[in-house]
C-alpha cells in the first residue's frame, strides 16, 4: 500500500506555495514591492530572493517575511510578539520558531550573534537590524493602480521577459487569488490532520476488590476477570465492576497455578506447569468443560489475537508457535536470552517483548527484530514482574483497538512501578509521539495491567507498600512490634547502645534516632538508594552501599551533610561494607559480574588508602567482621555455605553445614553465633556457633509476610541479640482505569 510522506507533501508542495504565497502578497502589497540594498546583499521583495555577493541565496518563506519585516523597519527594535504576528499572523506557535528563523537568516548573512553586523538581539525584547539599509521601489509591477505582475517566472526568481496587458494581469490575478486560497486551505487541512493528538490520560481509578491480598489480574472475557492470588496460590476469578472473588478449580489439578494467559474469547486457560531445574510444561485448559491439551516445553506463553495459537519462549532464546491444539509447532525466530512478557498486535502484524529490561519488536514472520525506545530514559528506569528481577521495562499489552501500549517501568525502592503507554495513533499525515506518557504517579504502585475488552479500561494491581518493624520475644515466642512498628529495616546500632540507624521502606532513606525511637533525623535523600547501612565503632559516622550508582561505598557524618563516596570511580561494585572493630578498616565485597566475576572479599585501610584482597576469598560474598574483630565471616557466592576467616592466622575454615540459602548472616553481640534467614521449605531464622555444631532453628518464617526493598527479605539483631524483621502491612487490590483519549 502505497504512503503518502507528509515530510515529502511538504517539500513537494512547498515551491508552488511559495508562489502562490507571495503572489498573493504582492496583490495585497499593490505595487509597493521594495528592493533593499546593504553591504553586499541585495533582497527584492517581489521577487522572493536574497542575493549576497551575485549569489542567489535560498530561504524558507517565514525567515524571508521575518527579513522583510526586519528591513521595513531597519534601526527600530521590533518586540517578538510584532515579529510573531507579522510572520505567522493568527496561527499560535512558540518563540522557538521565531528563534529559528532569526537563526538562519544570520547563517545565510554570516552575521555573529555576538558580534552582529546586521540583526541584533535585544535581551528580553525582540531584534533590531542595525546594518544601514537602502531601499527602492521596485516598479516593475506596472503602473502603481493594477496589481502587480507575479508570473511564474517572477516568483521563481526570473524577471519577466515584457509585462502582459490589463486583461490578462487581471484574469491571472483573480486565478492566483483562488489559488493561494486553495493552497492555504490545503495547508490548514494537512496541519489539523499532522498535528499531535492530545496524550491519554487515566481520569478516574475504580477499586473492584477489598481484601488487600496479594494478587494480579491476567486476563478478562469481558465481563470476569481472571486472577492469580499468592498466598494461598489460587487462581480466582471476579466481575469487572467489582464482587466476590470466587476461587476456579481447574479439572487437571496436577497442573498446578501457573496461569499465564487467557484466550482472546475468554474460554481457555493457558497452563505453565512449572518443573524445578527443566522448562515449564505448557497446557491448555479449556474453563468450561475441562479438556487438557498439551502444547510443548517453554516459558513465557501468551495466545496469538485469534486463539489459535501459543507463542512462547525457550531457555535458548527461541520463539516457537504451535497450534492451540498442540499440533504444527514452528521456531519464529532467535532473538537471544530470554525475552518475557509477549505481546501481539490486535492485527496480528508483529509481535513485542522485553529482553534485558529493553522493550523489542518483530515482524509476524520472523524478520525485522529491531529494539523501541532506544533512545528513552525513564525517570527511574528500573522494572520487575511478580518474579524479581529489576531491568528495564516489562508487562506490555495493546488495548485492543491498537491505538496504545502499555507497559510497567518504575523504582520498587520508591513508589513502585508505573503505567506507561506508548501512543500507536496514526493518520495520512500523523506519526506517532516518539516517547512514552506516563499514565500514573505515585503513591500506588501498579502492577500488571490488563486492557479491557472495551479499549476504555485499565485493570492492574494497585499496590501499596508499607511495613511494621517487629522483634521476637524469647519468652513469648512471638514477634512484636518495635520502635512503634514503624516502617523500617536493615537497622544498625551503635556500639553504646544509645542510637539507632535504620532504611525507611518505602524509598530507601537513611535515618538516625535515640534507641527507643525518639527524635528521628533524614541523613540521605533519593536518589540515593542506601543498603545495609553500619554505624563506626566511635559513633561518629555511618557507613553503607548506595546500590542506585551500582552498589559504591558511601559515608556520612551521623550529624547530617552530604555523603561522600569513599573510593573513586573504576572499583567496580563494592557490596555489604562492613567497619572492623577498631575502625581503622573496612571489609567489603565486590560481587560476582563486577571487577571479579567470581566474587572477592577486600580490605579497605582508612590510615594508608590501600586496597587489599582477602587471601583465598574467590568466590565469596557477604562480609561481616565479629565484635571482636578475631573472625570475619562470608557466605559462597551460590549462598550454601558459611565460611569463617581466623585474621590471627589468615586461614578460612567453612561451617559443615549446607544451608541450602544463607541471607542477611549477623554475629551476635559475643561473637559466639552467626544469625541467618534461611530460605527454602524449611525457611526460618537461624543461628549457628561458630566452633560448629548443629544451626538451630530460632523460629519457623513459612508463613512470616516478608516486605522490604525490591528483595523483599531482611533480617538483623537487636543490640540484645532479639532477632528483627519487616512484616508486610501493605495492600494489594485490582483496580479499573478509566482511560480516555481525545
Known amino acids: 500500500m502505497a504512503r503518502l510522506s507528509l515530510d515529502g507533501l511538504v517539500i513537494n508542495f512547498s515551491s508552488q506555495i511559495k508562489k502562490l504565497f507571495w503572489a498573493y502578497y504582492g496583490l495585497i502589497m499593490r505595487n509597493k514591492s521594495s528592493i533593499f540594498r546593504f553591504d553586499d546583499v541585495e533582497v527584492r521583495e517581489?521577487?522572493?530572493?536574497?542575493?549576497?555577493?551575485?549569489?542567489?541565496?535560498?530561504?524558507?518563506?517565514?525567515?524571508?517575511?521575518?527579513?522583510?519585516?526586519?528591513?521595513?523597519?531597519?534601526?527600530?527594535?521590533?518586540?517578538?510578539?510584532?515579529?510573531?504576528?507579522?510572520?505567522?499572523?493568527?496561527?499560535?506557535?512558540?518563540?522557538?520558531?521565531?528563534?529559528?528563523?532569526?537563526?538562519?537568516?544570520?547563517?545565510?548573512?554570516?552575521?555573529?550573534?555576538?558580534?552582529?553586523?546586521?540583526?541584533?538581539?535585544?535581551?528580553?525584547?525582540?531584534?533590531?537590524?542595525?546594518?544601514?539599509?537602502?531601499?527602492?521601489?521596485?516598479?516593475?509591477?506596472?503602473?502603481?493602480?493594477?496589481?502587480?505582475?507575479?508570473?511564474?517566472?517572477?516568483?521563481?526568481?526570473?524577471?519577466?521577459?515584457?509585462?502582459p496587458d490589463e486583461r490578462s494581469r487581471r484574469f491571472r490575478a483573480r486565478w492566483l487569488v483562488a489559488a493561494a486560497v486553495l493552497a492555504v486551505g490545503i495547508v490548514s487541512i494537512i496541519w489539523n490532520l499532522s498535528r499531535p493528538l492530545p496524550p491519554p490520560r487515566i481520569t478516574r481509578y475504580t477499586k473492584i476488590t477489598h481484601d488487600g491480598r496479594d494478587k494480579w489480574p491476567v486476563g478478562t472475557d469481558g465481563s470476569r476477570l481472571y486472577l492469580y492470588q499468592s498466598s494461598p496460590e489460587t487462581l480466582a476469578q471476579?466481575?469487572?465492576?467489582?464482587?466476590?472473588?470466587?476461587?476456579?478449580?481447574?479439572?487437571?489439578?496436577?497442573?498446578?497455578?501457573?496461569?499465564?494467559?487467557?484466550?482472546?474469547?475468554?474460554?481457555?486457560?493457558?497452563?505453565?506447569?512449572?518443573?524445578?531445574g527443566k522448562a515449564s510444561?505448557?497446557?491448555?485448559?479449556?474453563?468450561?468443560?475441562?479438556?487438557?491439551?498439551?502444547?510443548?516445553?517453554?516459558?513465557?506463553?501468551?495466545?496469538?489475537?485469534?486463539?489459535?495459537?501459543?507463542?512462547?519462549?525457550?531457555?535458548?532464546?527461541?520463539?516457537?508457535?504451535?497450534?492451540?491444539?498442540?499440533?504444527?509447532?514452528h521456531k519464529l525466530a532467535s532473538v537471544g536470552g530470554i525475552p518475557g512478557d509477549l505481546a501481539w498486535a490486535p492485527d496480528g502484524?508483529?509481535?513485542?517483548?522485553?529482553?534485558?529490561?529493553?522493550?523489542?519488536?518483530?515482524?509476524?514472520?520472523?524478520?525485522?527484530?529491531?529494539?523501541?525506545?532506544?533512545?528513552?530514559?525513564?525517570?527511574?528506569?528500573?522494572?520487575?514482574?511478580?518474579?524479581?528481577?529489576?531491568?528495564?521495562?516489562?508487562?506490555?499489552?495493546?488495548?485492543?483497538?491498537?491505538?496504545?501500549?502499555?507497559?510497567?517501568?518504575?523504582?520498587?525502592?520508591?513508589?513502585?512501578?508505573?503505567?506507561?503507554?506508548?501512543?500507536?495513533?496514526?493518520?495520512?499525515?500523523?506519526?506517532?509521539?516518539?516517547?512514552?506518557?506516563?499514565?500514573?504517579?505515585?503513591?500506588?504502585?501498579?502492577?500488571?495491567?490488563?486492557?479491557?475488552?472495551?479499549?476504555?479500561?485499565?485493570?492492574?494491581?494497585?499496590?501499596?507498600?508499607?511495613?511494621?518493624?517487629?522483634?521476637?520475644?524469647?519468652?513469648?515466642?512471638?514477634?512484636?512490634?518495635?520502635?512503634?512498628?514503624?516502617?523500617?529495616?536493615?537497622?544498625?546500632?551503635?556500639?553504646?547502645?544509645?542510637?539507632?540507624?535504620?532504611?525507611?521502606?518505602?524509598?530507601?532513606?537513611?535515618?538516625?534516632?535515640?534507641?527507643?525511637?525518639?527524635?528521628?533525623?533524614?541523613?540521605?535523600?533519593?536518589?540515593?538508594?542506601?543498603?545495609?547501612?553500619?554505624?563506626?565503632?566511635?559513633?561518629?559516622?555511618?557507613?553503607?552501599?548506595?546500590?542506585?550508582?551500582?552498589?559504591?561505598?558511601?559515608?556520612v557524618s551521623a550529624l547530617g551533610g552530604v555523603p561522600r563516596k569513599l573510593l573513586p570511580e573504576g572499583n567496580g561494585v563494592q557490596s555489604d561494607p562492613d567497619w572492623s572493630p577498631d575502625g581503622h578498616k573496612i571489609v567489603f565485597g565486590s560481587e560476582f559480574g563486577g571487577h571479579d566475576p567470581e566474587g572477592v572479599i577486600r580490605i579497605f585501610d582508612l590510615d594508608t588508602r590501600q586496597i587489599t584482597i582477602l587471601p583465598g576469598s574467590v568466590g565469596m560474598t557477604d562480609p561481616r567482621w565479629s565484635p571482636d574483630g578475631r573472625s570475619i565471616a562470608a557466605s559462597s557466592s551460590d549462598l550454601s555455605t558459611m565460611n569463617i576467616f581466623d585474621v590471627g592466622t589468615q586461614r578460612w575454615s567453612a561451617l559443615p553445614q549446607n544451608f541450602g540459602v544463607i541471607l542477611f548472616p549477623e554475629w551476635s553481640s559475643d561473637s559466639q553465633f552467626i544469625y541467618f534467614l534461611r530460605l527454602g521449605d524449611t525457611r526460618g531464622l537461624y543461628r549457628i556457633r561458630v566452633k560448629g555444631g548443629e544451626a538451630e532453628k530460632i523460629v519457623d518464617l513459612n508463613k512470616w509476610p516478608f516486605t522490604g526493598g525490591w528483595v523483599r527479605w531482611w533480617t538483623g539483631l537487636d543490640p540484645t541479640d532479639a532477632p528483627l524483621l519487616l512484616r508486610d502491612s501493605g495492600s494489594s487490590d485490582i483496580y479499573a482505569l478509566t482511560l480516555e483519549e481525545k
Open 46 to 163: 517581489r521577487e522572493f530572493t536574497l542575493i549576497k555577493a551575485g549569489k542567489v541565496l535560498t530561504v524558507e518563506p517565514k525567515a524571508f517575511r521575518a527579513l522583510l519585516f526586519l528591513l521595513h523597519n531597519p534601526q527600530r527594535v521590533i518586540s517578538k510578539e510584532e515579529l510573531l504576528n507579522s510572520v505567522w499572523g493568527d496561527v499560535a506557535v512558540s518563540d522557538g520558531s521565531l528563534t529559528r528563523c532569526i537563526w538562519l537568516l544570520r547563517r545565510l548573512l554570516e552575521d555573529d550573534v555576538n558580534e552582529p553586523r546586521y540583526i541584533a538581539t535585544v535581551a528580553t525584547v525582540g531584534y533590531k537590524f542595525v546594518c544601514p539599509v537602502e531601499a527602492s521601489e521596485d516598479t516593475q509591477g506596472g503602473d502603481g493602480n493594477e496589481p502587480a505582475d507575479i508570473s511564474t517566472e517572477a516568483a521563481s526568481g526570473t524577471p519577466p521577459a515584457k509585462a
Open 281 to 329: 510444561s505448557l497446557w491448555n485448559v479449556r474453563i468450561l468443560g475441562g479438556s487438557v491439551r498439551r502444547l510443548g516445553d517453554g516459558w513465557n506463553s501468551v495466545f496469538t489475537p485469534d486463539g489459535k495459537s501459543v507463542t512462547y519462549t525457550t531457555e535458548k532464546g527461541d520463539l516457537y508457535i504451535v497450534r492451540s491444539d498442540g499440533t504444527e509447532t
Open 349 to 555: 502484524s508483529v509481535l513485542r517483548f522485553f529482553r534485558d529490561g529493553k522493550l523489542w519488536e518483530i515482524s509476524s514472520s520472523g524478520s525485522g527484530l529491531h529494539q523501541l525506545l532506544a533512545g528513552w530514559h525513564a525517570p527511574n528506569g528500573q522494572c520487575c514482574g511478580h518474579w524479581g528481577a529489576p531491568n528495564g521495562l516489562c508487562c506490555g499489552h495493546w488495548t485492543p483497538d491498537g491505538k496504545f501500549f502499555l507497559f510497567l517501568s518504575g523504582d520498587p525502592a520508591s513508589w513502585g512501578y508505573q503505567i506507561w503507554a506508548l501512543d500507536e495513533r496514526r493518520g495520512p499525515f500523523r506519526r506517532p509521539p516518539a516517547e512514552p506518557v506516563q499514565l500514573t504517579t505515585g503513591p500506588i504502585g501498579w502492577g500488571a495491567p490488563i486492557p479491557g475488552k472495551d479499549g476504555k479500561t485499565i485493570f492492574a494491581e494497585g499496590i501499596v507498600d508499607h511495613g511494621e518493624l517487629s522483634r521476637f520475644d524469647a519468652q513469648t515466642r512471638q514477634f512484636q512490634p518495635f520502635l512503634g512498628g514503624i516502617s523500617a529495616y536493615e537497622l544498625t546500632f551503635s556500639k553504646d547502645g544509645h542510637s539507632v540507624a535504620y532504611v525507611s521502606f518505602p524509598g530507601d532513606v537513611l535515618w538516625k534516632a535515640n534507641r527507643d525511637g525518639s527524635s528521628p533525623m533524614q541523613l540521605t535523600d533519593r536518589p540515593i538508594e542506601v543498603f545495609m547501612p553500619r554505624w563506626s565503632p566511635d559513633r561518629t559516622q555511618i557507613l553503607f552501599s548506595d546500590v542506585s550508582s551500582g552498589s559504591e561505598m558511601c559515608i
Open 238 to 276: 471476579v466481575g469487572i465492576t467489582g464482587g466476590k472473588i470466587v476461587p476456579i478449580s481447574l479439572s487437571a489439578p496436577e497442573l498446578g497455578m501457573g496461569l499465564a494467559d487467557v484466550s482472546p474469547d475468554g474460554t481457555s486457560f493457558l497452563i505453565e506447569k512449572y518443573v524445578e
